[in-house]
């Protein structure tokens, strides 16, 4: 009679499913997942091919608006922006060409789905023609300055483009400051700054192959965190980042982390993104439609605000199916 009365105890807590009926269940219930938790990767490339369309959201600068405009109606409230960088060069000077790719695509997302919030990524590394995210000096080493008034040139023409945020991606000390400087000199002290914590992986791969980002030698590792340390080193960078006047910030990748993403919650207030990177498409691919909305969902739970995912389109589409 004990043991009875111990497994059908009321939990203090919360329901106990084998006691509530499927209507009270109902009336507690929340929804795990929403599109409006998730955003989508914009890659916008000079052309397209099939290979290419292996990640969703690769698009020519013709399709975005019907890109978008899709998006929106499913209920998916964000994109960044990336680019394939043109007019390639040792100082990257194709990044602030006037009516460039990036500022051609900000222009169309804004002009048809004025609502979307639009982020992009500002980084050396689609416009070097070295592939490196920074600039260097003759001697090879990183041109501070020169890079911080890249970066900072840059964010201020997407804002004036129409971006809604921007986000460095090089991990770089003293990049959100001038970024943040730059914005707030130009008069756009309304555009966030939401900086990168990129930790090193193989999931990055896909997206390098396709917008042609690799360095032509050595490597990035000295721009990302060590995956050994990145419960410690995200912490320490996040709180650098915030200090040099970070609004939000985006964790990549998020398959291998979910660790430090509940850890980074715990110790930040500011809203996370989770990045689902582009080695993880093929991932999701294979859990199926329903195995993606799980994973994505464990993101949230684990406390990001947003979703940045490839999976976007086909796990909004379900979910609004699912409703009605």
């Known amino acids: 009679m004990t043991a009875l009365t111990e497994r ?20 507690y219930n929340r929804p795990p997942l929403t599109a409006a938790d998730l955003s989508a990767p914009l ?6 091919t099939t290979n290419e369309n292996a990640l969703p959201g690769t698009v020519q600068l013709a399709a975005v608006p019907a890109t978008v405009s899709r998006w929106g109606a499913l209920g998916i409230r964000g994109v960044k922006v990336f680019a394939f960088g043109h007019d390639r060069d040792g100082r990257a000077t194709g990044a602030t060409a006037p009516g460039n790719r990036m500022i051609q695509t900000v222009q169309a997302v804004k002009k ?4 979307t919030a639009v982020t992009t990524e500002v980084c050396g590394c689609s416009w070097t023609d070295c592939g ?23 964010a201020v023409m997407h804002a004036e483009a129409g ?13 959100i400051r001038a970024v943040r ?12 700054v939401n900086p990168n914590i ?49 609004d939000s910030l985006t964790l990549q990748p998020v398959m291998t982390t979910g660790d430090v993403l509940v850890r980074l919650r715990d110790d930040q207030k500011v809203p996370l993104v989770a990045y689902s990177t582009s080695g ?14 799980e994973y994505l969902a464990m993101l949230v739970r684990a406390g990001a605000d947003q979703v940045l995912t490839f999976a976007a389109e086909t796990v909004a589409a379900h979910l609004e199916a699912r409703r009605a």
């Open 43 to 48: 890659l916008c490339l000079p052309e397209i």
């Open 163 to 175: 971006a809604d945020c921007v986000s460095p991606t090089a991990m770089l000390d003293g990049s």
């Open 112 to 115: 048809e789905a004025p609502s």
């Open 8 to 27: 059908t105890a009321p939990t203090p807590d919360g329901i106990n499913p084998s006691r509530a009926r499927d209507v009270v269940r109902a009336l």
């Open 280 to 293: 993880e498409w093929a991932a999701l691919q294979a859990l199926g439609t329903a195995g993606m909305v």
């Open 132 to 154: 490196q995210c920074v600039l260097r000096t003759d001697a090879g080493d990183i041109d501070l300055e020169a890079t911080y008034r890249l970066m900072g040139t840059m």
């Open 198 to 246: 990129a930790i090193h992986t193989s999931l990055y791969g896909p997206f390098k192959t396709l917008m042609q980002t690799n360095p032509r030698s050595g490597h990035r590792r000295g721009l990302q965190l060590e995956p050994g340390r990145a419960q410690q080193d995200t912490l320490l960078q996040a709180r650098c980042w915030i200090a040099e006047g970070a």
């Open 181 to 192: 400087q730059a914005l707030d000199e130009a008069g756009h002290r309304d555009v966030g």
